[in-house]
């Protein structure tokens, strides 16, 4: 049933896919209630991420499901073995999404209605570029033209590329990594921009945001996509979105020109907005505009414009 799945679901994708120009997406999503898996593609590599079925399920047991789950992704989608990248999904420490999983540097391209992005499947949970984000990135783009533009938990920056190449002024990335600020530069490098308008910077973004209202920064256009918690030895605390939210969102909005906009999202689950703790802004859930035709669970992440006044 697996595979006769994966093998329809690709059928039906593809097509849109090209049109595109997308070579990476969500396969498949739990759509058989005894498969509970993630299937994503990325351009001729699949990305499975599997949970347990049961909690008192053997690891034996676990483990022949698992190579059940391969031989199905073998072969519904027509790949090899040293084609398919298994990860575990579930329950996990905050932050476990940016620990490294391998050494093996197993890193491609891969392009999204024409941006080019750099992934990397073997060495972490996630893989440099988070798909349920795609139709987010590309409002962004839309808008983006002639402003000034700033990415805050930033990842790989993806929302910066985006930005850059929908015409903006200038961009501002912030992450608190290193490694992925280096890795976003590179996916600049790769679509072309220029680093005199395309800077980084890595900062705490509650320690930065202060900062540059006292420097007198202001911005057009941000973005703020904060992890749901982080206890991350570089920060001064450890990291909760919903304790932390409003302090940020009135952040952004200090830094934001009258009539700027706020892109924020969460892909906590449990996520409460405080409005009463915000600063004098409009806001509004978009959440199913943001949303993929490609993810199932239309759940996977929360996201609300939000405009300075």
């Known amino acids: ?125 996630d893989t440099g570029l988070f798909l349920d984000h795609r139709n987010t990135r590309r409002i962004v783009g839309e808008e983006a033209a002639g402003k000034d533009f700033l990415n805050l938990f930033a990842y790989t920056g993806t929302f910066t590329v985006y930005a850059a190449k929908g015409g903006a002024r200038s961009t501002t990335t912030v992450d608190l990594s290193a490694t992925y600020l280096d890795w976003a530069e590179r996916n600049f490098e790769l679509n072309g921009l220029e680093p005199q308008t395309n800077g980084t910077e890595r900062a705490d973004v509650l320690r930065w945001l202060p900062h540059a209202q006292r420097k007198g920064w202001k911005y057009d256009l941000i973005v703020c996509d904060p992890p749901t918690f982080s206890a991350s030895k570089r920060m001064q605390d450890t990291f909760d979105v919903q304790r932390q939210h409003p302090e940020i969102i009135n952040g952004c909005l200090r830094l934001l020109r009258s009539g700027g906009t706020l892109y924020f999202s969460t892909n906590y689950r449990g996520f409460d907005l405080e409005e009463a703790a915000l600063l004098p802004s409009s806001r509004e859930e978009i959440t199913p505009d943001t949303i993929p035709p490609d993810f199932r669970n239309k759940r996977i992440h929360r996201c609300w414009r939000i405009q300075s006044k």
């Open 1 to 125: 049933m697996l595979a006769n799945r994966l093998r329809k679901n690709q059928r039906l994708l593809r097509k849109w896919a090209r049109k595109n120009a997308i070579t990476c997406y969500r396969l498949y999503e739990k759509d058989i209630p005894d498969q509970p898996v993630i299937v994503d593609w990325y351009d001729g590599r699949a990305v499975i991420y599997v949970t347990r079925r049961k909690k008192d399920e053997t690891e034996a047991a676990h483990l022949a499901w698992m190579e059940e789950v391969k031989q199905a992704v073998m072969e519904g989608l027509d790949l090899p073995g040293e084609q398919l990248y298994f990860k575990g999904r579930g329950r996990r420490k905050a932050g476990a999404q940016y620990e490294k999983l391998a050494d093996r540097h197993e890193e491609f391209v891969v392009t999204e209605f024409g941006h080019r992005f750099i992934v990397n499947l073997s060495d972490y949970l």
